[in-house]
């Protein structure tokens, strides 16, 4: 839970910074929470929606969680091609940032 704290542009300096330290074809794996493209009334929505209620009002007003396609366009902003997310729960994704 890094980035869900942070803003996108803390977050995009962070992966740029990650992004220079990595060598050719290495990975960065992170794991937040994703919030669907499209919200639903379903358990894990609500509890998503929940979250960035809570990140945004306890922790930073300019914090939030994000959707798949939001990490992804971060990662393409700091430079990594290729990005995939693996689903673990209905909460969490290991995000790959790759070189």
């Known amino acids: 839970w890094?980035?869900?704290t942070w803003t996108d542009e803390e977050c995009k300096q962070a992966l740029k910074n990650c992004y220079e330290a990595l060598p050719?074809?290495?990975k960065l794996i992170?794991?937040?929470?994703?919030?669907?493209?499209?919200?639903d009334e379903s358990q894990?929505?609500?509890a998503l929606l929940g979250g960035d209620?809570?990140?945004?009002?306890m922790y930073r007003s300019?914090?939030?969680?994000?959707t798949e396609q939001e990490f992804k366009q971060?990662?393409?902003s700091a430079g990594f091609?290729?990005?995939?997310a693996f689903y673990i729960d209905s909460f969490f994704a290991i995000l790959e940032f790759r070189k």
């Open 74 to 76: 971060l990662g393409i």
């Open 62 to 66: 300019k914090g939030k969680h994000r």
């Open 44 to 46: 894990r929505t609500r």
């Open 2 to 4: 890094v980035c869900v």
């Open 81 to 84: 091609p290729h990005i995939r």
């Open 24 to 26: 050719v074809d290495g």
């Open 30 to 39: 992170v794991c937040e929470p994703v919030l669907p493209e499209v919200t």
């Open 53 to 57: 209620i809570y990140i945004m009002t």
